[in-house]
C-alpha cells in the first residue's frame, strides 16, 4: 500500500510585497494539514531553511498540527543539522512523538543550498573542515541518534542535586520515546549516501534531485538510488522494515480552473548544476487523472517509494492546495495503491 502527503517549502514573502506573510503562512499550513487530515492524506511535511523567506523552526508548527489531528503523519524534508543542537533536538522529536502518538516521520540532513555564507556559524557551530558542513551534520546526525536512541551521553555530578541519582550514574537525555528511532529519515541526493543511511539504520528521503546527470530519466536514477538503499539495509541487517519516499509535482486537472492554473505546468526533466555538481532535476507533471496514472506508473521511483510527497503552492492558499490534494486523493491515488490514513 502506498502513501502520500504534501510538501510545503513554507515560502512568504516579505513585508511590503504581495502574497502571505510568515505569520500567515505558518496559519495556512496549519488550517491546510487539519482539513488534509479529514479526507485522509498521510502526512503533512515541511522544508526547513534558514536566512530566507521560508519555513524554520519547524517543531511549534509540527506540534500545532499533531494537536489538531487523529491520523496525519507530521514531518519535515528536512532539518538542516549543521544548524541544531543534536542533544536539544532529541528532546524536542521525542516530545512530538509522544505528543503525535508516533505520527512522526523527521527527516533530517545536511540540508541544502542557502544564502548564508556558512550560516550555521552564526548560530555557534563552527569547526567545520567542509566548506558544505557536511562533516559537521555527520557528527552531529551521530549524537542526535545517541539521544534518539536513549543512550547514556553524560554521568551525573559527584554530589548530584536534586538527589535522584547515584553519583556517576549514566544519564541519556529526557524524555525519552522507545518508538522513535523507527521515525527518522535522512534526506539523500546521491545513491552513496543512500547507502549510508541505510547503514546508520534510519528512513531514506530520496531528495527532489540527485547528484548526477547520466542522461537517464531522474525517476530510473532515484529508483536504483532506492534499490541501492534497501540492499545495503539488507546486509546491514536490521531487524526492522524502513520506509522510502520521494517527492513529485503533480497537478490533476479536473476542471477548467485547473487547466488555466496548471495546464502549463507539465514539463520533462531538467539538468542543472547545484552545489558545484551537475545534477538531475524531477519533471512536474500535470494533465487529467487518466494521464497522470500512467505517467507516475511509468515513474520508476515512485512505485519503488512506499510514501510520495506532493510539493505543493503553499502560497496560493489553503482552498487551491486542499482542492489539489482532493483531486489527487479522489482520481489519481486510489490507482496506485494509496492507502488513506483515516481507514
Known sequence: MKKFGFLSFGHYKFPGQRGPNAQQT???????AVEADKIGVNGAYFRVH??????AAPMPLLSAIAARTKHIEVGTGVIDMRYENPLYLAEEAAALDLLADGRVA??????????????WEAFGYTGSDDPRGADLAREKFAKFMQGVRGEAVVKSAQDPYPPIYQPGTPLPVMPHS???????WWGAGTKKTAEWAAEQGVNLMSSTLLTE?????????????????????????????????????????VSDRDRALFGMSGGNDQIGIIDGYESTFGRTYAGEPEQLIE?????????????????????????????????????????????????
Do not use: C
Not at 50 to 55: D, I, K, L, S
Not at 109 to 119: C, F, L, N
Not at 178 to 184: E, F, T, V
Not at 296 to 318: F, R, Y
Open 26 to 32: 505558518l496559519k495556512q499550513g496549519l488550517e491546510l
Open 295 to 343: 505517467q507516475l506508473k511509468d515513474d520508476a521511483a515512485v512505485m519503488e517509494a512506499d510514501t510520495l510527497m506532493l510539493t505543493i503552492p503553499n502560497q496560493l492558499g489553503v482552498d487551491l492546495n486542499l482542492r489539489l490534494l482532493q483531486n489527487f486523493a479522489e482520481h489519481v491515488a486510489p490507482a496506485l495503491g494509496w492507502e488513506p490514513a483515516n481507514r
Open 106 to 119: 523527521l527527516g533530517v540532513s545536511r540540508g541544502s543550498p542557502e544564502p548564508a555564507h556558512r550560516g
Open 178 to 184: 522507545p518508538g522513535l528511532q523507527r521515525n527518522i
Open 213 to 253: 546527470a547520466t542522461g537517464e530519466a531522474f525517476g530510473d536514477l532515484q529508483a536504483a538510488q532506492l534499490q541501492a538503499y534497501h540492499e545495503a539495509w539488507k546486509q546491514a541487517g536490521h531487524d526492522w522494515t524502513p520506509r522510502t519516499s520521494v517527492s513529485r509535482s503533480v497537478f490533476p486537472i
Open 50 to 55: 534558514h536566512f530566507a523567506p521560508q519555513g
